[in-house]
């Protein structure tokens, strides 16, 4: 998967000139994960960093003191969720891949729901027709407001992540927040966020497909179509919360005053 445009165009390098113009003058950087800060530190190895990550609602995602209502979710299904755009980047014909190749009997048992403004009509055309080659139980959303995401991500039994490149990941936040077991590739930033349990190989397919089908078990073995909330995932989010989050900003600010004396 090709990551950024290769070959910019006028307009678009003069823009990079510019943003690293500005870079160089600064004293501090605040970046949102590792990631940023380790691409950043190859572009200009002698300006200070810190790490402020993207804040997230948790206790207004936190199923046990918001919960929100089920959607209209098959009780006799397993219900996995993608969230992105169609670009390459996000890797969801992968997804589709993992899941063509599982067993027919699992593979009708799972609905993928696809989560996302679609960027590119023609990819979206070409996804859907894919899925209905393999076989696959697409239900595709495309963008749908705050509070029909935030149910989606309690009541699903998984998130899929499986983006080729990311500054951070925020769905992976928000659905930990949610309660929602995730699997994501790990690639930064997204390996950043979850236990490394929820972390697979990069682009193994057995690896997810391994992944996938203990979901699929588990929620067969349930006796309720509610799955309980990841309380240790609730937990891990937690650092993500506004509060400590404006802590961190305080502190880079402070920093940053500091290395300016």
């Given amino acids: 998967i090709k ?16 943003l690293k113009s500005g ?14 800060a380790q691409h950043l530190a190859q572009l200009i190895p002698d300006l200070p960093v810190e790490i402020v990550p993207n804040s997230v609602d948790v206790e207004a995602r936190d199923p046990r003191i918001n919960p929100r209502r089920r959607p209209e979710l098959d009780s006799d299904s397993t219900h996995l969720l993608v969230v992105g755009s169609e670009d390459p980047r996000k890797a969801i014909e992968f997804v589709l891949d993992v899941i063509g190749e599982l067993d027919p009997k699992v593979r009708q048992n799972i609905i993928l729901h696809k989560v996302g403004a679609e960027s590119n009509s023609n990819e979206e055309s070409r996804l859907r027709e894919k899925a209905e080659q393999l076989r696959i139980r697409l239900k595709w959303h495309g963008k749908v407001d705050e509070e029909k995401l935030v149910a989606l991500e309690q009541h699903v039994d998984a998130l899929l992540f499986p983006s080729a490149a990311e500054g951070f990941g925020l769905p992976v936040v928000e659905a930990m927040a949610s309660g929602c077991p995730v699997l994501v590739n790990d690639l930064g930033a997204q390996n950043e966020h979850p236990p490394a349990s929820c972390i697979l190989p990069a682009f193994d397919i057995s690896s997810w497909k391994n992944a996938i089908m203990k979901i699929n078990n588990e929620r067969i073995s349930q006796s309720s179509d509610r799955r309980s909330p990841r309380e240790d995932l609730i937990l891990a989010a937690s650092v993500y919360s506004d509060r400590h989050v404006s802590n961190l900003h305080s502190q880079a600010y402070s920093k940053a005053l500091e290395l300016k004396k």
């Fill in 23 to 36: 870079l160089s003058r600064a004293d501090l950087a605040i970046c949102i994960s590792k990631k940023t």
């Fill in 3 to 18: 990551i950024g445009n290769q070959n910019p165009g006028i307009i678009r390098s003069m823009d990079i000139n510019r």
